[in-house]
C-alpha cells in the first residue's frame, strides 16, 4: 500500500486566489498602483458601479484636459505681455518722433548735431536697457553661470 504524505500547506482557496490574482493584474494596470473599491469587488450593485465609473471619467476627463487648461492659461498670459510691449513700443516710438521735431525746430547751427544726438540716442538707449534686463533679469542668457561671475 501506497503512503501518502500530508502536505504543509492548506489545500488553496480558488476564489481568494481569483481575487489576489484580478487584484494584482489591476494593480500593474493602473496608474500608481491605486485600484478602485469597484474594481476589487465584483459584487457591488450597479447604482454604486455606475457612480464609480462616472466618478472615473470625470477624473480621466480632467487628467487629459489639465495640459489644455495650463496651455490655455500660458497661451492668455503669452498674448497680454505681447499686447503690453507692443503698446510700449509704440508710446516709446511716439516719444522719440516728438523729442526728434522738438530738437528739429531748433533755429542755430545745432540743430544737426542735436537730431543726430536724439536719432542715435534713442537707439544707443535701447540696446543699453536692453543689455541691463540681460544682465540683471535673464543672467543665463548671458552664457554665464552663476558660480563662474
Request: aromatic content about 10%.
Amino acid at each position: 500500500a501506497r503512503r501518502t504524505v500530508p502536505s504543509p500547506l492548506p489545500p488553496p482557496v480558488y476564489p481568494l486566489a481569483y481575487d489576489e490574482m484580478r487584484t494584482a493584474l489591476l494593480t500593474m494596470f493602473r496608474k500608481k498602483g491605486q485600484v478602485s473599491p469597484q474594481d476589487i469587488d465584483p459584487h457591488k450593485d450597479g447604482m454604486e458601479k455606475r457612480e464609480g465609473n462616472i466618478s472615473r471619467f470625470s477624473r480621466n476627463l480632467w487628467i487629459r484636459m489639465e495640459d489644455w487648461v495650463y496651455l490655455t492659461i500660458l497661451g492668455l498670459s503669452c498674448a497680454s505681455i505681447a499686447v503690453l510691449l507692443e503698446f510700449i513700443i509704440s508710446r516709446l516710438n511716439q516719444l522719440h518722433l516728438v523729442f526728434y521735431n522738438e530738437v528739429n525746430q531748433i533755429d542755430n547751427g545745432w540743430r544737426i548735431p542735436a537730431t543726430y544726438g536724439v536719432w542715435v540716442g534713442y537707439v544707443v538707449l535701447l540696446v543699453l536697457g536692453s543689455a541691463a534686463c540681460t544682465k540683471y533679469i535673464a543672467v543665463g542668457a548671458t552664457g554665464i553661470q552663476w558660480g563662474t561671475q
